[in-house]
């Protein structure tokens, strides 16, 4: 098994794929019987070792598609095997459009949620805020139906869990009529970008934008809905997103790996290059772009107030070391809320990613930027790499305690608790490497 980011590569004693929730009892009892260690694997799309287990990885890709729609509550219900990519589509037939989404639609439903997966928008939280309904088969088979009014504090942890909590089998999702996003894509000076970001913040449903290291010039994208239905033809977004979001791309990242020298020019090419474009299309489209070129990334949630400033430190850094990256930077926007392992528990946060090529080195690079997060009291996304440690981690998320407290209620044999999981949270054996 190996994940999308090759961080991880690991072979499981057993690897199933079941076809119904009875399927998933069996496994989970004979996983038990022979004290095997249970992950279920989305798209294997986190570059953490959440997925990573010596015993039984269950894949839900047999437990794909709509289980049912209510048209007149904006309410869907998918198995929580479905990737975002097949299921939008059919929602968008259905009428529907999600409230928000990240950057790419591959990721498996309750793998996106699981690890706290956002997009941007100040309005907007993380996607895990769309749910209203999940099912799941704890760590002794037990089925429960879990809603926000029946149990509160177990429909919260279930939110982001890093599937400790059991089996997610099904989510249920409140949708927003189908709409239409315009999207204007131009390059700003970094400097103006990060003056303005609360005006743009206010004036767009979603902002966010690229800084290239190096560079002067920011990629700014701002969305908000359109009244009027656009259309881009098929070979124009291939035209963009192939041929110069990613092969153009990839190129220039070859050579950065050739000549690391040459990293600081390319930046500034690439800064001064990026794609400026106005249109409008479906939701659905103009959220998600495809990413071929391959890729490591870490990313912190900060205090919304602090987002300009760390990101000007992180300038700082980079120009004092000069490390060889090639890669933009990304900062986001997301609303707060009161979910215990959501990186914006507590109130609104700004969102920093930084990549590096993944046949660069990015240990220094992202190292320094760490430490900047860190000193922020910055939360680690998830699924993102990051080297945060468990007493750091209960600091930053006050409510992990509960949350792990609830996690052994409903998994007491500890069938989800793998030595990653138990280093990174409970402190237990050897911190393994993110
Ligand atoms: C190219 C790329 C772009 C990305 N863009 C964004 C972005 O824009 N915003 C953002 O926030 N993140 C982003 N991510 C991170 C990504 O969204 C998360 O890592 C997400 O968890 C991946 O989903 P997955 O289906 O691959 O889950 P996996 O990585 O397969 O699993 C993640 C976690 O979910 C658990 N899980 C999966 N299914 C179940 C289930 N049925 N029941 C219980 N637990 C389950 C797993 O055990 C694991 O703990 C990106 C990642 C990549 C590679």
Known sequence: MRNWGRTLTFTPAEYRLPRHEEDILRALEQAAQKKQLVRVVGAGHSWTPLIETPGLLLSLDRLQGLVSVRPGENLVTLWAGTRLYQALPRLWKQGFSLANQGDIDRQSIAGAFSTGTHGTGKTLGILATQAVHYRFLDGEGRIHDVYPDTDPALFQALQVSLGLMGVITQVSLQVEPRYYLRLTKRLERLDEVLERSEAYLNGYRHFEFFWFPYSEWAAVKLMEKSETPGHVP?????????????????????????????????????????TTEVRVDRAYRLFASPRWVRFREMEYSLPAEAGPTVLREIRSWIAKHRPAVSFPIEYRYVKGDTIPLSPAYGGDRVFIAVHAYHRMPYKEYFAGIEEIFQAYEGRPHWGKMHTATPAYLHRVYPQLGEFLALAERYDPRGLFRTPYLKALLWGEGVRLPA
Not at 235 to 245: K, P, S, V
């Open 234 to 274: 098929v070979w124009r977004r291939w035209l963009i997103d192939a041929a110069w979001e990613n092969g153009a791309f990839w190129a220039l990242n070859k050579i950065a790996q050739f000549w690391p020298s040459r990293s600081e020019a390319l930046c500034r090419f690439a800064g001064q290059n990026m």
